[in-house]
């Protein structure tokens, strides 16, 4: 079975510093790994993939994710967090070696960027 | 090209009624998944399916709750007998074989 684990429930930052939610991740097999970002009262909105190549993904909005395989992690960071940034962020996971994967989400982190 | 498409956006139904909500997925996408969203739960997934073939159920409830995706047409989530506790946030993803999922914007039931 495949699982995502977001340690922390929120995540406070001050706007112009930089962000990191964290993302862990247990798959049997190589993993797709994903970052989606919920604003309230909406669906989900994909920020950025990784499927294979560089480890460091850039996505939408500035934001980016280091894939590390030794630690099963897929950080999402930013380097200057903005205000508007603030929402809800889902790490999710799919196993590549199975034909057919369910996408797994993990609980998700309400990031919230103080002015 | 469209997005996902989700209909209808808020539904209200009197417990032991029946919930039909809707999905369309987008242009050339052939999976599709659902998935259920409580305050402070996080995204649960409920199905995954493929045009005709329910493919993970593990999800969803046994009783009261059932899904397609027919050949024609949307995919149908389907809950009947409702109650209180299915109050929640229902969202429709596709994606193509291995692809990232697009989400639509759910649907809010809320059970009166």
């Known amino acids: 079975a495949q699982s995502v684990a977001q340690p922390e429930d929120q995540v406070n930052v001050a706007e112009g510093n930089p962000l990191t939610v964290k993302c862990t991740y247990s798959?049997?097999?190589?993993?797709?790994l994903f970052w989606y970002v919920q604003y309230p009262n909406r669906g989900l909105q994909f920020l950025l993939k990784?499927?294979?190549?560089?480890?460091l993904v850039k996505g939408s909005y500035g934001f980016e994710a280091e894939f590390n395989k030794s630690q099963t992690s897929f950080h999402l960071k930013k380097p200057s967090a903005l205000v508007s940034d603030s929402a809800l962020y889902f790490c999710?996971?799919?196993?590549?070696?199975?034909?057919?994967?369910?996408?797994?989400f993990g609980k998700g982190t309400m990031l919230l960027v103080s002015p | 090209n469209a997005g996902v498409m989700q209909n209808p956006r808020h539904l209200v139904r009197r417990r032991g009624q029946e919930a039909r909500l809707r999905c369309s997925p987008m242009?050339?996408?052939?999976?599709v998944y659902w998935y259920r969203q409580l305050p402070e739960e996080g995204l649960k997934f409920m199905v995954y399916?493929?045009?005709?073939?329910?493919?993970?159920e593990s999800g969803m409830p046994k009783e009261r709750f059932s899904a397609e995706f027919p050949k024609e047409g949307p995919s149908i989530l389907r809950i009947q007998q409702v109650v209180r506790g299915d109050s929640a946030a229902y969202f429709c993803?596709?994606?193509?074989?291995?692809?990232?999922?697009?989400f639509g914007q759910g649907t809010r039931l809320t059970v009166v």
């Open positions: 993803a596709s994606s193509a074989m291995n692809t990232e999922a697009f």
């Open positions: 798959v049997s097999g190589n993993p797709y």
């Open positions: 990784y499927i294979t190549g560089d480890n």
């Open positions: 999710a996971v799919r196993d590549m070696n199975s034909g057919y994967s369910t996408l797994t």
């Open positions: 242009k050339g996408h052939s999976h």
């Open positions: 399916l493929q045009k005709e073939n329910i493919i993970d």
